[in-house]
């Protein structure tokens, strides 16, 4: 894949603009908002599709169960709030209503993580795709740029049963080709190297990029994959990686229990013991601060993931 | 309504109360009290008022009435007039609760049973799926009703008082919400665990049209849902505020919060269902 930045752009940008591709496309797509149509870029679709939008109001519980109940009569419908309100605060009524149920519900997440800034922590949830991927029947997207997102966004309206997908606030250097085609659960090879492996998800992905042309530089042929389907996990993909590299780091947005550092661990120590290296966020809330600021702060940096190779590679080594 | 229809109706309710006591009985756990008290409304609802399609479940009833079940508890009553009105065999019944069965304690879509369409167990949900399903029905141009039953208890989750104001809000004119007003709940009396003082008043206050009746009269039970059927349509989400008696139809279930959940054992099925009258046959 070529490496270049395209743009910068916000991945919630990317899920508005793939709901108004989707509202075109498919009659049967509606959405929900829960008093954040502009946070969610939803906007377009609500201006283009008025009839088949639904604010709900600052009122998440309901908007989580009339979602439900607009699938159980045939409609696909999508719901958008920040992460934090789409899942912690909703949980009971996704997993009843929602996954046992088995509902056609795409539950649609922006603000994700740390990088939403300033807000602080009560809004930087770092929870969400552990609490998503435990329940059953739960696909689990969280892409890594503008184009990824949009494509991410229509595809999961083609996927019949419960989607969580989970983007962000700020702009991000977009750099997946717009005609990469996205497909659920396959990891997406970016760069293939034979030292280590990096699996990378979200906004985490460019910043391995970074890191992986830093070690070419220092003369380690670092692998790296997205990892944007965190569940299902595209096992095999991972698997083949890890017997040729023999050594792993993960990177995420996201505390290290429950996140895809633990998904690929949990496959690894079942099926292919390799060193892992997790870089995540360790037990801690976040704070206050600017994007780049708390990316560094809380060891989610370029040269988090590049020691973290090192410290991989040591370890498959000694 | 001739009286001969509600003569016939008191007759299937009463071969429902047969039921509940005898699925509950068999698996020796689940919740009769509820159940009995409902059994009235359920059985004009599924056998009078509800424009269904029992042996053509479809989850997306398009053209159809809905119904969910939001206090889902009371599985009992809602497995039973589900199987007497031709969704399922009512052979079916004796397997609730037990291993591998569609009837789960609590109504799941899981298993595929005909005419469960939300999972529901843990409550104040119901409320908030029948406004998405009147939603699509608008957007369907379906003039269906939703019908969807509560407990009083269950009123005490916020989640239902976010559904209530939307439904007014966005003028859902074809949802009606039942409360099943039996003034108990599983740790005692609603008013000593928590009161909900003016249940008329708070629902009108959230812009609903409120009908109160006696949900254990058959006549008003059947009176109450053609009012609300000719009320739909006219800008408002109606409630109907439905007075009942936990346990009704055996003597000793009657006045107490005891039988909630509780199953009878041998003698006390058997004198229950000494004062319930077999009419359709037992499953």
Known sequence: ?318 | MIMTEIAELKRIASQVRRDIIRMVHSCQSGHPGGSLGCADFMTALFFSELRHKPTAFSMEAKGEDVFLLSNGHISPVFYSVLARSGYFPVSELSTFRKMHSRLQGHPATLEGLPGVRMASGSLGQGLSAGCGIAEAKKLQHDQSLVFVLMGDGEQQEGQIWEAALYASGKKLDRLIGIVDWNGKQIDGPLEEVMPLGDLKAKYEAFGWKVIPFNGNSMEEVVDTLRAARAGAGKGMPQLLLMKTEMGMGVDFMMGTHKWHGVAPNDEQAAVALAQLQETLGDY
């Open chain 1, 1 to 318: 894949m070529e490496l270049k930045i395209i743009n910068h752009q916000d991945t919630r940008s990317g899920f508005g603009d793939g709901m108004l591709e989707l509202g075109r496309s498919m009659p049967e797509v509606v959405a929900l908002c829960a008093d954040l149509t502009g946070s969610l870029k939803l906007d377009a679709f609500q201006n283009a599709f008025p009839e088949r939008f639904f604010q709900t109001g600052i009122s998440e519980a309901n908007m989580i169960g009339m979602a439900a109940g607009l699938a159980t009569a045939g409609f696909i419908p999508f719901t958008g709030t920040f992460a934090n309100f789409s899942t912690g605060r909703v949980y009971d009524q996704i997993r009843q209503s929602v996954a046992y149920s088995m509902k056609n519900v795409k539950i649609c997440a922006s603000h994700a993580g740390l990088t939403l800034g300033e807000d602080g922590a009560t809004h930087q949830i770092l929870e969400d795709i552990g609490l998503m991927k435990m329940l059953p029947g739960m696909t689990v997207i969280n892409p890594c740029d503008y184009n990824q997102t949009k494509a991410a966004t229509i595809a999961i309206a083609k996927r019949q049963g419960p989607v969580y997908l989970r983007f962000g606030r700020p702009k991000v250097p977009n750099f997946i080709p717009a005609d990469t085609p996205f497909v659920i659960g396959k990891a997406l090879m970016i760069k293939p190297g034979k030292d280590v492996s990096v699996f990378a998800t979200g906004h985490l992905v460019w910043k391995a990029v970074e890191a992986v042309e830093i070690l070419r530089q220092q003369g380690v042929d670092a692998e790296l994959i997205n990892i944007h389907t965190i569940k299902p996990l595209d096992e095999e993909a991972i698997l083949e990686s890890v017997a040729k590299t023999r050594c792993v780091v993960t990177a995420e947005e996201h505390q290290m229990n429950g996140g895809l550092g633990d998904s690929i661990a949990q496959l690894l120590a079942r099926r292919m013991p390799a060193p892992v290296e997790m870089v995540a966020v360790n037990d801690q809330f976040g704070q206050s601060g600017k994007p780049e600021e708390l990316l560094v702060a809380y060891g989610l940096n370029t040269p988090d993931i590049v020691a973290a190779c090192h410290r991989a590679l040591g370890r498959k080594n000694a």
